[in-house]
């Protein structure tokens, strides 16, 4: 089955404790983005990638690392996460920056 | 300043009924626009979408109108059903092709 698989799901934790929110594709997809979604602002995207090793800043990229060592796989890295990280996480994919596949999301909360 | 801006934060319609859902964007750069469906505890999923060379885009009972000079679109859902409870979001590719920007997204209640 094509998906796009999103772990934890669910996350609490504190100030300042790094932490890794992994995703990975199934469908051979060049390009993977992460983005946020809060409460009256919508998805805002936060880094995307557009092939291996090739990564580039969204909107709102303060406080976040991603890497793309494969092509399946692209982690979103928060080295010091703060409470205005506590937000639904989604990592997405597709062929190219169009049609994006969504992966089931991350609620995240930082204490 | 966003881009891509959807006002109405909600719309409650009858099932059976038409739901009409808009969008506006500034950006006339934009080259091709989606519309995603969210459901709670799921990630969006791909609905319909259009190029800026149409105008119109149909799929079934859901219908995307583009309005270049107006720098607006819409989804029609119709006839409305309940399981299209769910909040829409319109989104814009931009000129450069490298991402999708989103709008604030829409929650659709269909009443039964």
């Known amino acids: 089955e094509a998906q796009v698989t999103q772990n934890p799901r669910y996350l609490i934790t504190v100030t300042g404790k790094k932490l890794t929110v992994t995703c990975s594709q199934n469908m051979n997809h060049e390009y993977m983005s992460w983005y946020r979604q809060d409460p009256g602002l919508g998805l805002r995207q936060i880094y995307y990638?557009?092939?291996?090793?090739?990564?580039d800043k969204g909107d709102v990229p303060e406080g976040y690392k991603v890497s793309r060592k494969e092509k399946r796989n692209f982690p979103l890295i928060l080295e010091s996460p703060s409470p205005n990280q506590t937000s639904l996480y989604f990592c997405?994919?597709?062929?190219?920056?169009?049609?994006?596949?969504f992966g089931p999301g991350t609620r995240l909360t930082v204490l | 300043d966003q881009q891509v801006k959807q006002n109405s934060p909600s719309l409650s319609v009858q099932e059976g009924r038409i739901s009409i859902l808009n969008c506006d964007y500034t950006?006339?750069?934009?080259?091709?626009f989606l519309w995603y469906k969210k459901y709670p505890a799921e990630g969006p999923t791909f609905l319909i979408s259009?190029?800026?060379?149409?105008d119109k885009n149909e799929d079934g009972r859901f219908t995307v109108f583009l309005n270049k000079s107006a720098k607006h679109l819409s989804l029609h859902i119709v006839p409305s059903q309940p399981g299209d409870s769910a909040v829409y979001f319109c989104?814009?590719?931009?000129?450069?092709?490298?991402?999708?920007?989103f709008g604030a997204g829409t929650i659709l209640r269909v009443k039964s």
């Open positions: 990638s557009m092939n291996v090793e090739v990564t």
């Open positions: 989104a814009a590719r931009s000129e450069y092709g490298n991402k999708l920007v």
């Open positions: 259009i190029s800026s060379i149409k």
């Open positions: 950006n006339s750069m934009f080259d091709y």
């Open positions: 997405a994919s597709s062929p190219l920056a169009d049609t994006q596949y």
